[in-house]
Each structure stands twice: as C-alpha cells, then as structure tokens.
C-alpha cells in the first residue's frame, strides 16, 4: 500500500503528485492503475474551522464544481478529521483527486535558505537572493513562486496559499 500527504492549498492540490512531477502532471503516471482505500482530511488547527471541496477528476475532464465535484465546501471545525473510504475508487492513467480548501493561514516570515523544494513561497524582502535561480519569475516583492529548493543570500519568504487541511490518500497499485 503507498500513501501521499499533502498540505492543501486555497487554489488546487493534486493529492496524488503534490509537487507535479507526474506524467500527466498531478494525476495517476502514465501506464499505472490505483485503487484508493482511504481518504483522510484533517484540520490540524487547535482554534479556526476550515472548508474544503474534493474532486476526482477523470483524464481529459477539466476541474468542475458541477461535474468533478464529490465533496463541495464542506466545513471541518478545528482538531477534526474527515473519513472518505469507499474502497471503490479505481483511478486510471490521468486521474486525479484533487483538493481547494480555505482560508488561507498567514504564516510568519522566514529567511529564503530555509524554503523546502516544491513549496509555495511569496518574497518579503529580495535581500541579496536571486529568487529566480530558485523557481521565481523575478525578484520583486510579492512575486508567489514554488521553491526549487533553499536558497543562498539574505531574502525573506512567507509560505503562501497554505490553509490548516492536510490530506492524506492510501492505495493499492493494481
């Protein structure tokens, strides 16, 4: 059995390959068969309720509340967990599930060489980092990029697009 984590994200989250590297990106690899035993989506926050939806997205069929939708803003309170375990759930090739979830958790500043590979990051304050030697369009201010990894000099990120939902997806490959 394999399991993927994923911290979700106020725009989408590809629980099956969070950092995009997939063939198709996001979704099942190519010439792979998973059948999904669990779904878990825990609010890890000890305070604030949060809301999410769930798609599962068959190959070729664009995100859509009203198509793909399985689970629509439905509201978790602080400290609890979400239990999807159908166990019938056969994803093929380019299938993907796929997770939105709000509000966003503002996150406190953190220096650039600290950034983890395939998170989401906003610069603070460009310093004497190159951000785009490290997955950035540009160095300004504000610019929201995904990290290659952690970077040299003395800039300054927050995590951005982050909320307190974590999903956790177990499979079977078939």
Do not use: W
């Not at 969070?18 to 979704?27: E, K, L």
């Not at 003395?154 to 177990?170: D, E, N, P």
Request: aromatic share 8%; with cysteine; hydrophobic share 40%.
């Amino acid at each position: 059995m394999a399991i993927k984590n994923a911290q979700l994200t106020t725009t989408t989250t590809y629980i099956l390959d969070p950092s995009g590297v997939n063939d198709p990106i996001g979704a099942v690899p190519a010439g792979k068969t998973y059948a999904v035993t669990n779904i878990l989506v825990c609010n890890s926050s000890l305070t604030d309720s949060t809301s999410f939806d769930m798609h599962l997205v068959p190959q070729g069929i664009p995100l859509s509340n009203s198509v793909t939708c399985v689970v629509r803003n439905l509201e978790l309170p602080a400290g609890e967990t979400f239990t999807f375990d159908s166990e019938r759930i056969v994803l093929e090739t380019g299938d993907a599930i796929v997770f939105v979830a709000e509000p966003e958790v503002v996150y406190g500043t953190v220096a650039a060489t600290t950034m983890q590979a395939g998170k989401r990051y906003k610069i603070v304050t460009a310093g004497t980092t190159t951000f785009t030697n490290f997955g950035a369009a540009d160095n300004v201010v504000g610019t929201i990029f995904i990290a290659s990894g952690a970077a040299t000099g003395t800039g300054q990120v927050t995590l951005s697009g982050y909320t307190t939902l974590a999903a956790t997806v177990s499979y079977l490959e078939v």
